[in-house]
């Protein structure tokens, strides 16, 4: 079966430091990866994803994310947080088997402080 | 255009009644999803229907009914609603190209 952990409830940074906000997952077969963003009232948004190729993937926004696969890890970065940038993370998996669904993380609520 | 909208965005109704929400996409995308986002926002898989066919049903009541009139449209009908209902349902669509899935907004149902 299929899962993502994001093991942070809440991440505060201050406007222009970098952010990082985790991921772990586990698939039995080869890992697509993706990560979204959800403002107040609002769906989600793509951001980035990894299918396959450099491991460092680079989305909207500015942001980036590194897939390392001896630590089953997907974490998303950017270099200098704008307060624009609060909102609510998803990280999401699923197999290169078809159509089939998304398996979210619980989502990390990212907060940037002015 | 907007890519997948969903109608109604918002939804307040009483406890037993029985409602229904729509999906509709313009992206002539062959696979389609409902998601439900609980009180906590987590967000987990309901159905997901692939040419108009039911390709998965992940434990839901069967309450709930999707129902595909075609290809563009995935609605959401739910029948004698619960307190535990309520939530915000999203419905997705999966681009075979790119492997990526788009949202809709999403509707919160409250129910009373």
């Known amino acids: 079966a299929q899962s993502v952990a994001q093991p942070e409830d809440q991440v505060n940074v201050a406007e222009g430091n970098p952010l990082t906000v985790k991921c772990t997952y586990s698939?039995?077969?080869?890992?697509?990866l993706f990560w979204y963003v959800q403002y107040p009232n609002r769906g989600l948004q793509f951001l980035l994803k990894?299918?396959?190729?450099?491991?460092l993937v680079k989305g909207s926004y500015g942001f980036e994310a590194e897939f390392n696969k001896s630590q089953t890890s997907f974490h998303l970065k950017k270099p200098s947080a704008l307060v624009s940038d609060s909102a609510l993370y998803f990280c999401?998996?699923?197999?290169?088997?078809?159509?089939?669904?998304?398996?979210f993380g619980k989502g990390t609520r990212l907060s940037v402080i002015a | 255009d907007t890519a997948v909208s969903q109608t109604p965005k918002y939804l307040v109704t009483q406890m037993g009644n029985d409602k229904s929400i729509k999906c509709e996409q313009n992206?002539?995308?062959?696979?389609m999803y409902w998601y439900k986002q609980d009180s906590k926002k987590f967000l987990k898989i309901m159905f997901s229907?692939?040419?108009?066919?039911?390709?998965i049903n992940e434990t839901v009541p069967n309450r709930f009914s999707p129902k595909s009139p075609d290809k563009a449209h995935l609605n959401l009908h739910i029948n004698s609603l619960e307190l535990g209902d309520s939530a915000v349902y999203f419905c997705?669509?999966?681009?075979?190209?790119?492997?990526?899935?788009?949202f809709g907004p999403g509707t919160r149902l409250t129910v009373l």
């Open positions: 999401a998996v699923r197999e290169n088997s078809g159509n089939t669904p998304l398996v």
């Open positions: 698939v039995s077969g080869n890992p697509y």
């Open positions: 990894y299918i396959t190729g450099d491991n």
């Open positions: 992206l002539g995308h062959d696979t």
């Open positions: 229907y692939n040419n108009k066919e039911l390709i």
């Open positions: 997705a669509t999966h681009s075979p190209h790119g492997d990526t899935q788009y």
